[in-house]
């Protein structure tokens, strides 16, 4: 079966340093990842996604999330984090046990930026 | 959130009533979903249908019923057969040109229902 894994439930870091999402998966062929962002009393916005290619995959708002196959990881990264990132952030793993239509969510990771 | 709605944005529903959460898209996207979201989890799969006048259980079908009669709309009906339906209820869809396989959801801004 295919699963997704946010490790942390929580992020905390100060406005201005670096910032990492962690997020693991586990399918039986070629994973399609997604991220996306959740504010407060609102729907999900996309992130960004991969699909094939680069393993360094560039998003909106300056997210990037770089794709480790042998790590079976997609950690979502930021350079220099701000007080407005503060959000819920989740991983998503295209389900093809269920012909591709179905996504599978992370439980999410609640992510503050101090300032 | 843009090009889905959904309504209302707040929802009560008294003990023993059926109410119906409206959601419509006007991207022209085949798929539409309905996830339930609480508090410390993720989203999970209530309903989807890939086509018009057709539609499968997702992981929490139970006390939930849905059609999807047009494109544009896909209503959920959180029936008095749900014990527990007070939640944030997300709607979304997926463009399948090119192959849904690779395309990214969209998601409505939610409607959060509480029982009273």
């Known amino acids: 079966a295919q699963s997704v894994a946010q490790p942390e439930d929580q992020v905390n870091v100060a406005e201005g340093n670096p910032l990492t999402v962690k997020c693991t998966y586990s399918v039986s062929g070629n994973p399609y990842l997604f991220w996306y962002v959740q504010y407060p009393n609102r729907g999900l916005q996309f992130l960004l996604k991969y699909i094939t290619g680069d393993n360094l995959v560039k998003g909106s708002y300056g997210f990037e999330a770089e794709f480790n196959k042998s790590q079976t990881s997609f950690h979502l990264k930021k350079p220099s984090a701000l007080v407005s990132d503060s959000a819920l952030y989740f991983c998503a793993v295209r389900d093809f046990d269920t012909g591709g239509f179905k996504t599978i969510f992370g439980a999410g990771t609640r992510l503050f930026v101090k300032a | 959130d843009g090009g889905i709605t959904q309504s209302p944005k707040y929802l009560f529903r008294k003990e023993g009533q059926n109410v119906t959460l409206s959601c419509e898209q006007n991207l022209n996207h085949d798929a539409m979903y309905w996830y339930r979201q609480d508090p410390g989890q993720g989203l999970r799969l209530i309903y989807y249908s890939q086509i018009v006048n057709d539609f499968q259980k997702g992981d929490i079908a139970e006390g939930y019923s849905v059609s999807r009669e047009k494109k544009e709309s896909f209503p959920l009906t959180v029936t008095s057969a749900q014990k527990n339906p007070t939640a944030f209820y997300l709607c979304?869809?997926?463009?399948?040109?090119?192959?849904?396989?690779?395309?990214?959801?969209?998601f409505g801004p939610g409607t959060r229902l509480t029982v009273l």
């Open positions: 979304a869809s997926i463009g399948t040109s090119g192959g849904s396989s690779y395309n990214e959801q969209f």
